[in-house]
């Protein structure tokens, strides 16, 4: 099993739709959790990160569910600029992975008009 | 503007030859990182710094050598030992190992031919 997961899509919606995706870790020690986004050919860069109680910021909420494991990212009246692939990030906590950073392979996400 | 400049953008090689990948970093981070990336995977780490003169492997460092003689630079040689090194490489850095925010380069892209 992978380290962390998730659906790699594509997610092809309509402006205006609200879509989520959820990433799943494996290690229930992990204390940390963010979301990058990455535009084709690009570097990623920091979207949010991902606090315990879940936070939001504008059109984007990330939840945080220890008890299965996962991460989500709600994005709200999706626009066309939306159109990228996110990364689920997770810091190991434990044994070798203490202080890392492990990548999910990513969402890819399409606004269409 | 502080940032990271990695170059080149674009390299062609041919099989059997060195080639070292520049990275340098303008905002006094004391980590830096290299990573790769392949169609349908995550990041994956091959080497990190957390000081200068010195390095760790990442997970997969075969094929690879880093230095860290300056606080400001991470070149990244990939060796004719590297089985597959057609990838996308990326540099990265931060405050420091345990954070969650990377400040990546644009990327080299290199194909051997």
């Known amino acids: 099993r992978k380290e962390v997961e998730q659906d790699p899509g594509p997610f092809n919606v309509p402006e205006g739709a609200t879509v989520a995706f959820n990433c799943t870790y494996s290690n229930s020690a992990s204390q940390s959790f963010f979301w990058y986004r990455q535009d084709c050919r690009k570097e990623p860069k920091l979207l949010m990160s991902v606090y315990s109680s879940g936070n939001e910021d504008g059109r984007f909420t990330a939840q945080l569910n220890r008890a299965s494991q996962y991460i989500s990212l709600l994005i709200r009246d999706s626009k066309l600029s939306d159109s990228a692939t996110y990364l689920c990030?997770?810091?190991?906590?434990?044994?070798?992975?203490?202080?890392?950073?492990?990548f999910g392979q990513g969402t890819t996400l399409q606004v269409k008009p | 503007d502080g940032g990271i400049t990695q170059s080149p953008k674009y390299l062609f090689r041919k099989e059997g030859q060195n080639v070292t990948l520049s990275c340098e970093q303008n905002l006094n981070h004391d980590a830096m990182y290299w990573y790769r990336q392949d169609p349908g995977q995550g990041l994956r780490l091959i080497y990190y710094?957390?000081?200068?003169?010195?390095?760790q492997k990442g997970d997969i460092a075969e094929g690879y050598s880093v230095s860290r003689e300056k606080k400001e630079s991470f070149p990244l040689t990939v060796t004719s030992a590297q089985k597959n090194p057609t990838a996308f490489y990326l540099c990265?850095?931060?405050?420091?190992?345990?954070?969650?925010?990377?400040?990546f380069g644009e990327g080299s892209r290199l194909t051997v031919l």
């Open positions: 990265a850095s931060s405050t420091g190992r345990l954070t969650g925010e990377l400040f």
């Open positions: 990030v997770v810091i190991g906590d434990g044994s070798s992975n203490t202080g890392k950073l492990i």
């Open positions: 710094s957390q000081i200068v003169n010195d390095f």
